[in-house]
T-cell receptor, first 115, second 113 residues
C-alpha cells in the first residue's frame, strides 16, 4: 500500500499561472480532503469530498477548484495563482475507526511557492 | 466545533514520559477528542482518540478528565522520533460536515538526547 500519494512534491509558479495538484489513495476510502498549511500554523481545510461524485467547500475555498475524478483520485486546481497561495498542500483520505469516528491519512504534501 | 487550548511548546528528554495537555472547557457531550501529530516535513498522522474513558494504543495513552474539560496525551517513553507538533482536536461525528478536522497551532514537542 502506497497510502496517499501527491504530485508534485515541489512547485514554483508565477502570479497568474495555473496548475493542478494531484492526489491518489489506494486504501479504498470514500472520503478525501485538501488542506493547506501556512508557516507556523495548523492545517486549514480547502475542500473535501465525502464520496465519489460529491465535493464541498471547507474553510478556505476561494481561489481553488477540485475534481473527484474517481474513488482513488482527488485533484486541486489553482486557476490563477497568487502569492497568498504560497503554502504546503496536504491531501488526506479517511476511514472509519469506530462508530462514527474516522481516522484521516495524510499524504506527504506539495510545497508551492507563488512569486 | 469546540475550541481547544494547548501550550505552544514543550520539551522532554529521551526515554522520559511526556504529558501533553489540552484544555477544552466548551466541549459538548458528543465531541470526541482526537490527537494527531505532524513529524517534520510530513503530513499529520493519527495518534489516538477518545470520548469519556482513558484509552491506550501502541503509540500513546489518552487520559480524559472526569468533567471532560481537559485531556492529556501521554507518551510513556519519549524517543527522538516523537519530536513533532501534536494537535488536540475536538470533533462531533454527528455535527455534519463529514469528518472535517479543525487544526489549531498545536504543541511543538522537542525531545533531547
Amino acid at each position: 500500500n502506497a497510502g496517499v500519494t501527491q504530485t508534485p512534491k515541489f512547485q514554483v509558479l508565477k502570479t497568474g499561472q495555473s496548475m493542478t495538484l494531484q492526489c491518489a489513495q489506494d486504501m479504498n476510502h470514500n472520503s478525501m480532503y485538501w488542506y493547506r498549511q501556512d508557516p507556523g500554523m495548523g492545517l486549514r481545510l480547502i475542500y473535501y469530498s465525502a464520496s465519489e461524485g460529491t465535493t464541498d467547500k471547507g474553510e478556505v475555498p476561494n481561489g481553488y477548484n477540485v475534481s473527484r475524478l474517481n474513488k482513488r483520485e482527488f485533484s486541486l486546481r489553482l486557476e490563477s495563482a497568487a502569492p497568498s497561495q504560497t503554502s504546503v498542500y496536504f491531501c488526506a483520505s479517511s476511514q472509519r475507526v469506530s462508530g462514527q469516528v474516522y481516522e484521516q491519512y495524510f499524504g506527504p504534501g506539495t510545497r508551492l511557492t507563488v512569486t | 466545533d469546540a475550541k481547544t487550548t494547548q501550550p505552544n511548546s514543550m520539551e522532554s528528554n529521551e526515554e522520559e514520559p511526556v504529558h501533553l495537555p489540552c484544555n477544552h472547557s466548551t466541549i459538548s457531550g458528543t465531541d470526541y477528542i482526537h490527537w494527531y501529530r505532524q513529524l517534520p516535513s510530513q503530513g499529520p498522522e493519527y495518534v489516538i482518540h477518545g470520548l469519556t474513558s482513558n484509552v491506550n494504543n501502541r503509540m500513546a495513552s489518552l487520559a480524559i478528565a472526569e468533567d471532560r474539560k481537559s485531556s492529556t496525551l501521554i507518551l510513556h517513553r519519549a524517543t527522538l522520533r516523537d519530536a513533532a507538533v501534536y494537535y488536540c482536536i475536538l470533533r462531533d461525528p454527528l455535527s455534519g460536515g463529514y469528518n472535517k478536522l479543525i487544526f489549531g497551532a498545536g504543541t511543538r514537542l522537542a525531545v533531547h538526547p
